[in-house]
């Protein structure tokens, strides 16, 4: 079969590095790929463009491509999974329609409300002055989220009141993320608690969780700094637990799947669910309709059994003929750290030069995939703000962080910037409570 990913950051290399293993993948196309993808791959020079799904199509049909693989949200959310089924393609991603999931704040947390999916509090404004009389009337600390797609960085975590405010006109007056995405904005509760992102294939009623990870989305240790694509991440998470998983598919994907099938957007794909584990119990941050980046890195690490045979169960929906105890995983867990440009997640400098690269490559169970780099003659440049993904296994989570910056430490580029507690969460033991308050002296 041949087959095509579509996307060019980590996420793609991790898939286009995985389906190049499987015996039943005869030629591999990512369009357009990177200096990494280029590895395993044949890259393409299309890029995609909202309004300009033929140059991707006509690529499909000559080359007989027999399965397309759709990285990043843009397409899904512009339609090109449509455009592709009605040229008779087989297509890995969802709907325009079911992509809104992740295209739409507003959508995904009205479907959460609709369909009793425990998610923080919130309200959904369409015009600033109503939002900022909203958050001067909370006595909590807020989120305020775009509504549209933000490339990971339209959801700013408030501290203060001030914060919120602020968020609303960087949001919807001066439009820093587009005209469109900040139309509309929803404020929420700001939850407290740890992250964790939930890959799921789902395909008709089916519904097969992956392994639980972990992602680092702020810039800086610590969690300090403003949203990122992500940081880091690792697989499997220790703190989700069988019984915390069970909970989560009843009471998370289960009613999400039904909801989207009762609106006749009925869901196949990637459905990833980032969630806040808090007190009160698991709470629905946000959905994304396809594999996380950096959390695919990890994941697909450890993964054993043919991605394809995945892939083609849910565009066939033959997942549910899958006995999910023969999916074979890596016991060992992998660690992801993400090194970054100087100045991400804002204004960054591209080409600079990549030192160090075979160094690491002749490690066993290292694997460096690239996201911002370019080839330019003999040497990678920086392309983007997040460059490579460092991934490593190891016999326990504290020796995968341990090669995982091993490996950092031999790679080098000019303003290299990554942060150095991925894995913290679950290797440090949590900070101690308060002490308790003494009682007060009775009255003699």
């Given at each position: 079969m041949r087959v095509l990913v579509i996307g060019r950051g980590g996420r793609e290399h991790a898939l286009v590095w995985k389906l190049a293993q499987s015996p039943r993948v005869d030629?591999?196309?990512?369009?357009?790929?990177?200096?990494?993808?280029?590895?395993?791959?044949?890259?393409?020079?299309i890029e995609f463009t909202p309004n300009d799904f033929d140059r991707l199509i006509r690529f499909a049909k000559k080359e007989r491509v027999g399965l397309v693989v759709i990285?990043?949200?843009?397409?899904?959310?512009?339609g090109l999974t449509d455009a592709m089924q009605k040229e008779r393609?087989?297509?890995?991603?969802?709907?325009?329609?079911?992509?809104?999931?992740?295209?739409?704040?507003?959508?995904a947390k009205n479907l959460m409300r609709q369909a009793d999916v425990p998610t923080a509090e919130f309200r959904t404004f369409d015009h600033p002055q109503p939002a900022r009389l909203y958050i001067e009337s909370r006595e909590y600390p807020l989120v305020v989220k775009a509504d549209g797609l933000a490339a990971g960085k339209g959801v700013i975590v408030c501290s203060t009141r001030q914060e919120a405010l602020n968020a609303i006109d960087r949001i919807m007056i001066r439009e820093e993320f587009g005209a469109a995405v900040g139309r509309q904005?929803?404020?929420?509760?700001?939850?407290?608690?740890?992250?964790?992102?939930?890959?799921?294939?789902?395909?008709?009623?089916t519904i097969l969780p992956l392994p639980p990870t972990q992602d680092h989305k702020a810039v800086y240790d610590g969690d300090q700094?403003?949203?990122?694509?992500?940081?880091?991440?690792?697989?499997?998470?220790p703190i989700a637990t069988p019984e915390l998983l069970q909970q989560i598919e009843e009471q998370v994907l289960v009613p999400t799947v039904s909801a989207m099938k009762h609106v006749r957007m009925s869901f196949k794909g990637l459905l990833f669910t980032g969630l806040m584990l808090t007190s009160q119990g698991p709470r629905v941050l946000e959905y994304n309709v396809r594999f996380g980046d950096p959390e695919t890195q990890p994941l697909l690490m450890?993964?054993?059994?043919?991605?394809?045979?995945?892939?083609?169960?849910?565009?066939?929906?033959?997942?549910?003929?899958?006995?999910?105890?023969?999916?074979?995983?890596?016991?060992?867990?992998?660690?992801?750290?993400?090194?970054?440009?100087?100045?991400?997640?804002?204004?960054?400098?591209?080409?600079?030069?990549?030192?160090?690269?075979?160094?690491?490559?002749?490690?066993t169970d290292v694997q460096v995939f690239h996201a911002g780099t370019r080839r330019e003659g003999d040497v990678i440049l920086t392309d983007g703000g997040r460059v490579l993904g460092v991934t490593a296994l190891g016999d326990t989570l504290a020796d995968a962080k341990r090669r995982a910056y091993e490996a950092v430490s031999r790679?080098?580029?000019?303003?290299?910037?990554?942060?150095?507690?991925?894995?913290?969460?679950?290797l440090l033991p949590p900070p101690a409570p308060p002490p308790p308050t003494p009682p007060a002296l009775e009255a003699l």
């Open positions: 030629r591999l196309f990512c369009a357009p790929g990177n200096a990494g993808t280029a590895m395993q791959a044949e890259n393409v020079p990285g990043p949200e843009e397409p899904l959310a512009h393609l087989r297509v890995f991603g969802p709907t325009k329609n079911a992509a809104q999931l992740e295209a739409s704040k507003v959508f904005v929803v404020v929420e509760k700001r939850l407290e608690g740890q992250e964790l992102s939930l890959f799921s294939l789902v395909s008709g009623r700094g403003p949203n990122t694509g992500g940081m880091g991440a690792y697989c499997p998470a450890r993964l054993k059994s043919d991605l394809l045979d995945l892939l083609e169960a849910v565009v066939d929906e033959t997942l549910g003929e899958i006995d999910e105890s023969r999916i074979e995983w890596d016991p060992r867990p992998a660690v992801c750290v993400v090194l970054c440009s100087q100045g991400y997640p804002g204004p960054y400098v591209k080409g600079r030069v990549i030192q160090g690269l075979e160094d690491v490559g002749r490690m790679i080098s580029f000019l303003g290299m910037h990554y942060r150095k507690d991925i894995a913290d969460k679950a």
